[in-house]
């Protein structure tokens, strides 16, 4: 079992639809969660990150923790054509040897369809 | 704020040679890590610094090596090296401490090996 997997894809939606991107990790120990955006040929951007059970929303997006289930989701309302892209789903544990490791999924392509 | 800065952005290196990579972290932040991502393998975490000391390491050969120095710039070197070096490394950057810590990435250097 991978360590951080996500729905496999890619997915694609209309634009103005909303995107539902899924990430399991198995890790319990696991503290920190991240999705990164990643444009073709570009380094990883910091979309939002989340670290409590519950929601967390930041403009069209929304974050979802779950750490009974560890299970992570990112919901992109309002889908853009910008909004195409790979989206990285990173776990980071806390202490002991794990400062600073991220652990990442293997990412799903969104396209937003006009 | 100046976010992550990585030199040089590109570059071409010949099999056996070695190549040194630089990573000028956020200020303030104290833990510069180091990745590679490759198409095959995805992102993958080589090593990680907090106040000058190698705090975690991934699972690459050691002709992988890093350094972070006291002003909590970082290098990272790549010995002898071979086709499958090719890659984009980013390095990221974070306070290094407890949940709540952020991580963000550099633009990242493209090496191609021939």
């Known amino acids: 079992q991978k360590e951080v997997e996500q729905n496999s894809g890619p997915l694609s939606v209309p634009e103005g639809a909303i995107a539902s991107l899924n990430c399991t990790y198995s890790d319990r120990v696991s503290q920190s969660f991240f999705w990164y955006r990643q444009y073709s040929g570009k380094s990883p951007e910091l979309i939002m990150s989340i670290y409590s059970n519950g929601d967390k929303e930041d403009g069209r997006f929304t974050a979802q923790l779950n750490k009974a289930s560890q299970y992570v989701s990112l919901l992109i309302r309002d889908s853009q054509p910008s909004d195409s892209a790979t989206y990285l789903c990173a776990v980071n544990k806390i202490g002991g040897t794990s400062y600073g490791k991220l652990t990442f999924g293997q990412g799903t392509i969104l396209t937003v369809h006009p | 704020k100046a976010g992550v800065t990585q030199t040089p952005r590109y570059l071409i290196k010949t099999r056996g040679q070695q190549v040194t990579l630089s990573c000028s972290p956020i200020?303030?932040?104290?833990?510069v890590s180091w990745y590679q991502q490759t198409p095959g393998q995805g992102l993958q975490f080589l090593f990680e610094?907090?106040?000058?000391?190698?705090?975690n390491k991934g699972n690459f050969p050691g002709r992988f090596s890093g350094r972070q120095f006291s002003n909590s710039r970082s290098e990272m070197n790549v010995s002898t090296l071979e086709l499958g070096d090719s890659a984009l490394y980013l390095c990221?950057?974070?306070?290094?401490?407890?949940?709540?810590?952020?991580?963000?990435f550099g633009e990242g250097s493209w090496l191609t090996v021939v």
């Open positions: 990221a950057s974070s306070g290094g401490t407890g949940t709540g810590n952020t991580i963000y």
């Open positions: 610094y907090f106040s000058e000391t190698q705090r």
């Open positions: 200020s303030g932040h104290r833990s």
